[in-house]
């Protein structure tokens, strides 16, 4: 399994199956209640697990055209819409992009929805944002210089980018050490869960293909699309060892100039 198009379609055919079994957090729309409360002013989203992105980090939200790059599942899409944004959402997983529409039809927001390639943004024209909001979503794709690439074409000059990202870090253990609390290295760096575990026994657990990729691909990706950074945060896993001893999440802030 070596070639772009099987990648995409096997991870697109496993978030449709986590949307189905209801087991994954990312998957469940967010309530009527924050919906709600977002109208009002009061609102805030993740790009990574646990910690509010800055409210700084937002230009003023109200007629600010979102881009939810790779960014299905009802949550930080309707969350931006309710409280004052023009928000497209891009995602693989046409069961994640109906949780966007299930909460826009439920609570009357005004939602776009488009099926794609984080790496192609070919559907849409050169500038047409001011945001791009990408949440942790990279590590499902095995190239990322290209999403960076296209985020920068489609932002408008001054626009923003907010990413979230994995530490690669986390991908140097053996995952089975550890969920049960042993940090046993093995992996090396870029990471492949295919050449690691294997297709089959991905799809006997039911779960969707990751990557690990280099700090250079991650932030100098992000530079030698033109980006400039000029802000960072870090993050942990909940409930995992490793995060008692470093965080396993970035969040970076970047402007087209």
């Known amino acids: ?17 986590q949307v189905r ?5 990312w998957t469940v729309p967010v309530s009527p209640e924050v919906i709600a409360n977002a109208r009002k002013g009061d609102w805030s989203v993740v790009l990574t697990e646990n910690k509010p992105v800055p409210q700084k980090w937002f230009p003023p939200i109200q007629g600010l055209k979102i881009l939810g790059l790779a960014c299905g599942g009802g949550q930080q899409g309707p969350t931006l819409a309710a409280a004052g944004a023009e928000v497209t959402i891009f995602d693989n997983s046409p069961a994640q992009l109906d949780r966007d ?25 050169d500038e047409s944002f ?6 942790v979503s990279n590590l499902f794709i095995h190239e990322i210089r290209p999403v960076w ?3 920068y074409r489609v932002l408008r000059h001054g626009g923003t980018l907010l990413s979230g990202f994995m530490n690669p870090l986390f991908y140097i253990f053996n995952w089975e050490d550890l969920d049960n609390g042993i940090l046993n290295v093995q992996n090396k760096i870029p990471y492949s869960d295919i050449e690691t575990y ?26 030698d699309a033109g980006f400039h950074l000029i802000d ?24 087209k100039p």
């Open 149 to 151: 690439k296209e985020a």
């Open 1 to 17: 399994m070596d070639s772009n198009n099987d990648i995409r379609s096997y991870n697109r055919e496993a978030w449709d199956n």
């Open 130 to 135: 001011d945001l791009v909001f990408h949440p």
């Open 21 to 25: 079994s209801g087991k994954n957090p």
């Open 101 to 125: 529409r299930e909460v826009a039809d439920r609570d009357g927001l005004n939602i776009r929805t488009v099926e794609g390639d984080m790496r192609d943004l070919s559907v849409f024209a």
């Open 232 to 255: 960072m945060y870090e993050d942990a896993h909940s409930g995992m060892k490793i995060s008692e001893y470093i965080s396993t999440y970035m969040a970076t802030r970047a402007l």
């Open 198 to 223: 294997g297709l089959e026994r991905l799809k006997a657990e039911d779960r969707p293909a990751e990557f690990g990729h280099s700090f250079t691909d991650q932030l100098t990706g992000q530079m």
